[in-house]
């Protein structure tokens, strides 16, 4: 501030004119916005956003957990109500990660292992891939080949809200679950 203070305003006033999705707002997370309840960006939480997938959307609830790290990876999980065509809305938690893009994808996993015929493996409601970090500023910083720049995407999971088994594990079922979580196909 006090060496270069044009250099400071001119900051100053960039930021200022930045819109919310150079300010990080996902453009695939929708908000309502309504006369009696405007929003303001930054949000607090996602809650109360939609997403929209093939066959369907969720409807985000309360964050489950998060992580970030400084590498540009981030981790999210959410609660979400699943809205499908013709079926009743049902409970389920949604990851959200970037990801690097060479990175093989998790519901690629699960259906590799279903075709193999293993059991126990949870069900992919939804998934899909949305924006990468190329497509924005950051391809703009490393378009030049002199960077070592690892390309991330934004992917989101979803899966049904299943009950943790602290909730179902009881002194008369413990060996029945034991026996199952050991035999796990």
């Not at 959410?78 to 990175?103: F, H, I, S």
């Not at 970090?133 to 995407?153: K, M, T």
């Not at 008369?172 to 199952?180: D, M, P």
Request: proline share 3%; glycine share 10%.
């Amino acid at each position: 501030m006090e060496n270069d203070f044009g250099l400071f305003a001119a900051v100053m006033v960039a930021f200022h004119r930045f819109s919310d999705e150079q300010w990080g707002r996902l453009g695939m997370v929708k908000h309502e916005s309504t006369e009696e309840k405007s929003y303001t960006f930054p949000f607090s939480t996602l809650k109360g956003g939609t997403v929209d997938f093939y066959g369907g959307q969720i409807v985000l609830g309360q964050k489950i957990s998060g992580q970030r790290v400084l590498v540009g990876r981030r981790t999210h999980v959410y609660e979400a109500t699943v809205r499908q065509a013709g079926k009743l809305d049902r409970p389920g938690v949604v990851k959200m990660c970037y990801q690097v893009t060479g990175r093989t994808r998790e519901w690629k996993f699960v259906e590799d292992a279903q075709a193999r015929g293993v059991d126990h493996l949870p069900e992919v409601i939804f998934y899909r891939d949305f924006s990468k970090s190329s497509e924005g500023v950051w391809g703009d910083l490393c378009s030049d080949s002199s960077y070592e720049y690892e390309d991330r995407v934004l992917r989101f999971i979803v899966f049904p809200r299943y009950t943790p088994i602290f909730k179902v594990l009881s002194p008369g079922n413990f060996i029945q679950v034991l026996h199952q979580l050991v035999d796990c196909e």
